[in-house]
């Protein structure tokens, strides 16, 4: 099956600083996700980007599906932004996650 | 429009008990799947319902089993429990796209989970 690969596992930033995390996928995918898991357990829906790149205020993602990876860039972080960040590839019936990036940002 | 809601939110319960768990859908959407979440684990693939039908299945033993309704409602069950089974369990809805049955799923969307512990 598709292997899904999240870097870092873990990062500790400083308010207002600006972050990048990785996934790499091994397969050509349909579509993939990014998701942030609040402290209740919820994976809230961040992008769905198959290809190309897209902006959500400080947040903003790019795919490139041909080299099998994807990009999260996080700017002007805030503590609010804390929290266990995954990609997921999804194949034509189920999802496959990445281990997540744990993120802290500290004031 | 409504989220996909999960209930109950909580369980706790006795090794060798069974428990079955709900999912409603978004409206529209015809495919549930569910996952397990574990600290050790991760986020691993339980199986997925499309049309009341399991079109994919994850590597579980047969403890774990689940059905689609006609209104694309799902539960999965888990019977004897044992205490590797305490997990946090999603589940998610999509839209499937194209014709017949291997439509592709297209975006999907969580419920809040399930926090199951087994004592």
């Known amino acids: 099956g598709i292997q899904v690969e999240q870097s870092p596992p873990d990062l500790i930033l400083q308010e207002g600083a600006n972050s990048t995390l990785r996934c790499n996928f091994s397969?050509?995918?349909?579509?993939l996700q990014w998701f942030h898991q609040n402290p209740w357990g919820q994976l809230i829906n961040l992008f769905y980007i198959p290809s190309g790149t897209k902006q959500n205020g400080r947040l903003s993602a790019t795919t490139v599906a041909t080299e099998r990876y994807s990009l999260l860039y996080i700017s002007s972080s805030q503590t609010t932004d804390s929290g266990v960040y995954f990609c997921?590839?999804?194949?034509?019936?189920?999802?496959?996650f990445g281990i997540g990036t744990k993120l802290q940002v500290i004031p | 429009k409504a989220g996909v809601t999960q209930t109950p939110r909580y369980l706790i319960k006795t090794r060798g008990q069974q428990v079955t768990l709900s999912c409603s859908p978004i409206?529209?959407?015809?495919?549930v799947s569910w996952y397990q979440q574990t600290p050790g684990q991760g986020l691993q693939f339980l199986f997925e319902y499309f049309s009341e039908t399991q079109r994919n299945k994850g590597n579980f033993p047969g403890r774990f089993s689940g059905r689609q309704f006609s209104n694309s409602r799902s539960e999965m069950n888990v019977s004897t429990l044992e205490l590797g089974d305490s997990a946090l369990y999603l589940c998610a809805s999509s839209l499937a796209v194209g014709q017949g049955f291997d439509r592709l799923n297209t975006e999907a969307f969580f419920g809040q989970g399930t926090r199951l512990t087994v004592v």
């Open positions: 397969d050509s995918v349909n579509n």
């Open positions: 409206s529209g959407h015809r495919s």
């Open positions: 997921a590839v999804v194949g034509y019936q189920k999802v496959t």
